[in-house]
Every structure is written in C-alpha cells, then in structure tokens.
C-alpha cells in the first residue's frame, strides 16, 4: 500500500480557489482496509484516490479516498485504529446510496465480485432503477438512477 499526497499549492485568494467537488462523503470502517480498495474498485468502480498508512504497518489504513466516477466519493480507514471517532466505529455498520447511470452493468460487475445482493434489481414507482448490496463487511451499499428532487 502507497501513500498519495496532493502537491498542489494553497490558493492566495478566493477567486483563484478551485471548485469544489461533490461534499458529501460518507465514512466507513472496515477490518480489512486494504483489502476494501480493492474490492471497491473491482466491485463499483470507485477509483483509489489516496490511502495513508500507519507508519511501520501498510496493514492498518489511517485514512483512505475513493472517487466515485459522477462526482463525490468515499473515504474509510482501518476499524479500531485509534480512540478517535472514526476508528472506534465498528465496521460492517454503513449505509450507502450512490448515483449510477447503468445499475444493470453495475449489478452484474457488483456480484460478480462477490457482493451479496440485498434487493436485486428494481423499477421503483418514482423513476429509479436500483439495487442493494453487501460489502465482504457487511456495508449496505444501494446503487440507483435516482439523483434526488429538484
């Protein structure tokens, strides 16, 4: 596991700050940090942005960043870690719901790497079609067209 670090400069001023990407991120634990980079990626898509280990142990992830491809992301780090509140949270116990354009190819690159569908395939009576899955962790992680009211 490498580390990736940002190099780019502190704006001066506002008007030379870059646009902000999607705010939300939520936040996970997982046993086996590592092992879910790979697995997000295989499975989702998600693209490995940074990851920080613990100085001596490329085991124990402090911090990690995935993008997802329409914007926003997920960031997670090893479960138990420190006393801090993200490292006390005990993994297996998220909750995700992600905007896709395809649910039908993802569903299939999802349990072909192993998800565990919760609820396959839908056409829900506002207009999305979604699915649910299980991370290896057991983070509930629902995938749909549905971007939200306007």
């Not at 704006?11 to 634990?29: I, Y």
């Not at 940090?33 to 697995?39: G, S």
Request: net charge negative; hydrophobic share 35%.
């Amino acid at each position: 596991m490498t580390s990736h670090q940002s190099t780019s400069p502190e704006p001066t001023s506002t008007d030379e700050r870059p646009a902000l990407a999607a705010g939300v991120w939520p936040c996970l634990s997982y046993r086996d940090a590592p092992a879910a980079i790979t697995w997000l990626e295989a499975a989702f898509g998600f693209r490995p942005t940074a990851a920080y280990t613990r100085d001596g142990d490329d085991s124990v992830v402090e911090h990690a960043e995935m993008r997802w491809p329409l914007g926003g992301g997920v960031m997670f780090g090893t479960a138990g870690k420190d006393e801090g509140a993200f490292g006390t949270r005990g993994p297996g116990t998220g909750a995700v719901y992600v905007v896709c354009e395809d649910p039908d190819a993802l569903f299939e690159r999802a349990t072909a790497a192993g998800a565990e569908v919760v609820m396959g395939l839908t056409d829900t009576d506002y207009g999305s079609r979604d699915f649910v899955v299980r991370d290896p962790e057991g983070n509930v992680w629902s995938f749909g067209t549905y971007a939200g009211h306007d």
